[in-house]
């Protein structure tokens, strides 16, 4: 069995801790059992994981570790004639050049080019048409985007590798001696050529990129203060204004009186969720609240008051998330969704029929420093939906179904949760 890119797997903590103690429960039975010591099981992943887990061995403590070394330019060319692409050694060696020996980024070109059936290499202008294909790479939406995006997130949160990242640029044909950790980890993300602590950048891609990237950091603080762009040559106040700039990105993506998710977060969340669902074969649930008779709450008790009824309204979602991949947000008015990958219907049941007890329960005896008596109650209708989304469905249809579920709780008398799950005729009500 063979189970790829499982680092992907961390960024879902508890399945984690689920799944890896598997790996070790059948190592030990394979030593015992004969038929487990016929199975085999090959694990991938990318060593950029140490950066974010900070640590700095394997997190797999058996099995035999391997490390997949970067391609040689006679890898190239027999990786290129397996593909049926009858290049040269002066375009293996530009790819070599650019891309820095990096196996998946050269596999990753190399499928392209046979894909693209216009872009051929092979005639005297190929120097041009791959300097031109390399510098259109740099845009957001290229085959490379994943990986680079993936690098610069990481980068742009560790002091030490933005600080060296710096140093490469500033001239990336010289060796440049780094703390050990520092020198490892870009190692580690693949950037870098190694020997001891001595690194040098091994793309001129890379290159091309991180400076692109840099030049619009650099642009953004000085739209923010040019002023203070002087003062950020030294590296504490660099990275102060970085933190702004994610306090200014924070602002963009919440709602200003909940501190949830905004409706165009959400609205993005939703599509990065549903291809997720799609591409794993999980269940995606989407609950769709609405605080009930808020209209006659507000024009009773004012809008100050009705604001801190939003408020608590927020935490119980807050509270009901299950990790970061979870999406609580606030979609207008009194209006809130929550997404979650759900593996059965009575996952999604439980969970919408604990947000409704919970906001039922909330305690308002004092809202905005006001002692309210007798204590007023609220209570919540909710429209869940569960699909296992599939190729070619419209997630719209899935939002479409949330809100008429939703419609039904209300017209059934309120707080209540009306369910619709994909492929069955019935709706639940709880």
Known sequence: MVIENLD??????????????????WYEDARRTPIWSKFNLIVTYALEIYITLD?????????????????TIPNILELAKHYQLPWNLEIAEYLYHMLGRHPHLIRLTIEHFASQKNLDITNQNWQNILALYFKNSLHNDSIYRGYFSRWWNIISRHANLFDALGQLLNDPAVSIELPAMTAYNLEYLGLVSREGSTVMLRGELYRQYFQAQVAQLEQLLTNLNESSLQAAINHERLQQLEQENF??????????????????????????????????????????????????????????????????????LLCVKNDFSDCAARYGGEEFVLLRLVKDPPEAIALAEKIRLDVAALDLSTLNNQKLSPPPKITISIGVVLYFPKLGQDRQAMFKKADEMLYKAKSNGRNQSCCHFQDSPKEVWI
């Open 8 to 25: 992907c797997l961390f960024a879902y903590s508890n399945t984690a801790r689920e799944v890896l103690p598997l790996f070790r429960t």
């Open 55 to 71: 640590v700095q061995q394997s997190p797999f403590n058996v099995g035999l570790p391997i490390t997949l070394e970067g391609f």
């Open 247 to 316: 306090e200014l990105r924070s602002l963009a993506e919440r709602d200003g009186l909940t501190n949830l998710y905004n409706r165009r977060s959400f609205d993005a969340i939703f599509a990065a969720r549903w291809q997720a669902a799609q591409a794993e074969g999980q269940g995606l649930m989407l609950l769709l609240c609405d605080v009930d008779f808020f209209k006659r709450f507000n024009d009773t008790y004012g809008h100050d008051v009705g604001d801190e009824v939003l408020k608590k309204v927020a935490q119980v």
